[in-house]
C-alpha cells in the first residue's frame, strides 16, 4: 500500500521546546533535515562502508575506463588516455570536493537543485533551481539508460568473442536492456532491504574484481615500452594534434561522473552530513587509483594499435581483443569480460537507486509533473515505487532507440555528461560567489534551527579559507571547459554517422524545462518546500 509523503507531514509548525533543533527527542541527521525544513520519512539503513560500495559501484571506474577508452585512442591516442584520465581525475576530485562542502551544508536527496535555490540571489533563485533540477533529473536518467545499454552491447560483444558466427542484432541488444532494467528494478524493489547489504558486497567484488583482470593481464600479456607516454593519435582528422586531444578528453568523463549519487541517497544514511562528504571524496580517490592502475596495465599490454582500434568493427568493444590476445585464451579473456558485465550490472542497479531518489525529492518540491503520484512511498519499505517505475518506463522507451540507430542511442549517453556537468557548475559557481562575499556563509553551528538562504552555513566538512576558494575556482574552470568539449563531434568532416547530437538533445532537454516553467511549473514550483518550521 502506497502512502503520499504529504499525509506523513505536518503542515501545522512544530516547535522545538528548550534547546531547539538540537532536542534530544530527535537524531542528528534528523535535526540536519529539520534545520533545511524538510521532514525525514525515509529509513537510514546505509551506513558508511555500505554507501561507500554503492559510490564507488556506480563510479566504476576501473570498469568504465576499459569500455569507452575507445574514443580516447581515435582522439590522443595512448598518450592522449593517460594525460586525459590524469586531468578528468584531478578535475573531478576538485569538483566533488565543492560538492562535497554543498552536501554537508545541506544532505538532503535533491542535491544539486536544493543547493542553487539556497545560494541563488533572489531574484533568480526560483529558476535557477528549477533549471538545475531538469538538468540533474535529465542527466540521471540519461545514465540509467546509458549503463544498461553499454551493459548490454558489452554482453553481445563477449558472444561475438566466444562465437564469431554470432551475428549481433539491434532487437537483441534491446532485449538484453530490458533484462538488465529488470534486474535493477528487482533488487530495488522485491529486495529493497537488503540493498545497504548488496553495496557492501559489492565493494569487495569491485575491488577483487580489478585484481582478477589486472594480474593475469599483465602477467601473461607481451609488454610495450614507456613510448605510449608520448605517443599521440589524431585520426578525427582535426587539424592539429591539441584539438583532437581536447576532443577526445570528454571521453574519460564517463568513467568517474556519478559521485553525486551518495548525495542522493542522503536521506538514507546515518551521520550524512559527515558520511557522505568522506564517501564522495574516498571513492573519487580510490577508484581513480584503481582506474589508473588499470589504464596503465592496459596500455601497456595493447599491443598494435591499429589491430586494437580494427577490433572494434567486428567486437565493438577493444578492450576485449587486447584482453584476447594477451591471454592468448579466448574463454581466459570471455570470464575477464563477464567480471567486467557483472560488475557494470551492479553499477546500474545503484544507479536505478539514487535516479528515483532524485526524482522523488524534486517531487516532493512539485518540480515535475504528477509530482504527487511520485512523491508517493511504500508503506513497508519507504521505496519512492512510482519514482523507480518512472525511470524504469523512461529507460525502456529510449531503448527503442537502438532498433533505429546506435548513433542516436550513444548521444543519450553524451547527455549525461552534459546535463550533470550543468548542474554542477552552477552549483559551484553559485557556491563561489557566495564564499567570495564576507561573512555571507557563516561558521558551522549545530544548535543553528534553520539553514537556508538568508541563513547560510557551512557543515561539519568544508575546504576552509583561501584553499577552498582556489579549489572552487578551478572547479569552475574544469567543469566549463568539459562542458564545451562535451558537444564536440569526434571526427571531421561531420556527416550523420559521425555528428554528437548532443546539443540538440541537451537543447531539447533545457528548451522543454523552460517552457514548462512559464506555462505550468512557476506556478508550482516555488523552490524547496518548508514542510516543518522551527
Known amino acids: 500500500m502506497d502512502v503520499e509523503l504529504q499525509n506523513r507531514v505536518k503542515r501545522a509548525s512544530v516547535t522545538i521546546s528548550g534547546g531547539g533543533a538540537n532536542n534530544m527527542d530527535y537524531t542528528r541527521d534528523e535535526r540536519d533535515l529539520l534545520r533545511l525544513g524538510k521532514k525525514p520519512v525515509l529509513k537510514r539503513s546505509f551506513g558508511f562502508l555500505s554507501i561507500l560500495g554503492f559510490s564507488c559501484t556506480v563510479l566504476i571506474t576501473w570498469e568504465g575506463i576499459l569500455i569507452i577508452s575507445t574514443q580516447s585512442l581515435l582522439n590522443g591516442g595512448p598518450a592522449g588516455v593517460i594525460w586525459g584520465y590524469l586531468i578528468v581525475w584531478i578535475g573531478t576530485l576538485s569538483t566533488f570536493a565543492v560538492l562535497s562542502e554543498l552536501a554537508s551544508m545541506a544532505p538532503t536527496a535533491g542535491g544539486q537543485y536544493h543547493w542553487v535555490a539556497m545560494l541563488a540571489p533572489d531574484s533568480s533563485r526560483q529558476f535557477l533551481s528549477y533549471i538545475t533540477g531538469w538538468m540533474t533529473f535529465a542527466g540521471w536518467q540519461a545514465v540509467n539508460a546509458s549503463a544498461a545499454y553499454l551493459t548490454g552491447t558489452l554482453l553481445q560483444s563477449i558472444i561475438i568473442l566466444a562465437n564469431p558466427d554470432y551475428v549481433s542484432q539491434p532487437w537483441q541488444a534491446m532485449l538484453f536492456f530490458w533484462a538488465i532494467l529488470a534486474i535493477e528494478v528487482f533488487i530495488n524493489v522485491f529486495a529493497s532491504k537488503t540493498l545497504a547489504y548488496f553495496e557492501g558486497l559489492v565493494l569487495v567484488l569491485h575491488i577483487l574484481g580489478f585484481f582478477a583482470i589486472l594480474i593475469p593481464l599483465v602477467c601473461l600479456a607481451p609488454h610495450s615500452d614507456a613510448s605510449f607516454f608520448t605517443t599521440f593519435v589524431n585520426s578525427g582528422g582535426w587539424s592539429t594534434q591539441g584539438l583532437s586531444f581536447m576532443v577526445g578528453l570528454p571521453t574519460s568523463v564517463f568513467s568517474l561522473i556519478g559521485a553525486d549519487s551518495a548525495v542522493h541517497m542522503a536521506e538514507e ?266
Open 269 to 534: 544514511i546515518r551521520d550524512a552530513s559527515t558520511v557522505v562528504p568522506r564517501t564522495i571524496m574516498i571513492s573519487v580517490v580510490l577508484n581513480g587509483v584503481m582506474g589508473f592502475a588499470m589504464l596503465l596495465g592496459y596500455l601497456f599490454c595493447l599491443g598494435d594499435l591499429d589491430a586494437v582500434l580494427a577490433s572494434q568493427e567486428t567486437l565493438g568493444y577493444p578492450f576485449l581483443f587486447v584482453f584476447q590476445s594477451g591471454t592468448r585464451s579466448i574463454p581466459g579473456a570471455a570470464i575477464m569480460g563477464m567480471i567486467v558485465v557483472v560488475l557494470a550490472i551492479c553499477s546500474t542497479i545503484a544507479i536505478l537507486a539514487s535516479s528515483s531518489r532524485m526524482l522523488w525529492s524534486f517531487a516532493r518540491d512539485r518540480g515535475v509533473p504528477l509530482w504527487r503520484q511520485f512523491i508517493k512511498l511504500t508503506s513497508r519499505t519507504s521505496i519512492p515505487l512510482y519514482a523507480v517505475a518512472f525511470t524504469t518506463v523512461v529507460s525502456l522507451l529510449l531503448s527503442l532507440i537502438i532498433l533505429g540507430s546506435s548513433v542516436a542511442f550513444n548521444n543519450i549517453v553524451n547527455l549525461s555528461v552534459v546535463g550533470l556537468y550543468s548542474s554542477y557548475l552552477l552549483s559551484c559557481g553559485l557556491l563561489l560567489w557566495r564564499r567570495l562575499q564576507p561573512r555571507c556563509i557563516l561558521p558551522y553551528d549545530p544548535y543553528a534551527t534553520m539553514v537556508g538562504p538568508d541563513n547560510l552555513r557551512w557543515g561539519p566538512w568544508r575546504i576552509p579559507g583561501a584553499l577552498g576558494v582556489i579549489n572552487n575556482v578551478f572547479a569552475c574552470i574544469y567543469l566549463f571547459v568539459l562542458w564545451f568539449w562535451a558537444f564536440w563531434p569526434p571526427a571531421t568532416p561531420v556527416d550523420p554517422q559521425n555528428m554528437n547530437f548532443s546539443i540538440l538533445t541537451f537543447g531539447f532537454m533545457a528548451l522543454f524545462a523552460v517552457v514548462w516553467y512559464f506555462l505550468q511549473g512557476r506556478k508550482e514550483y516555488k523552490g524547496p518546500i518548508v514542510e516543518v518550521e522551527l
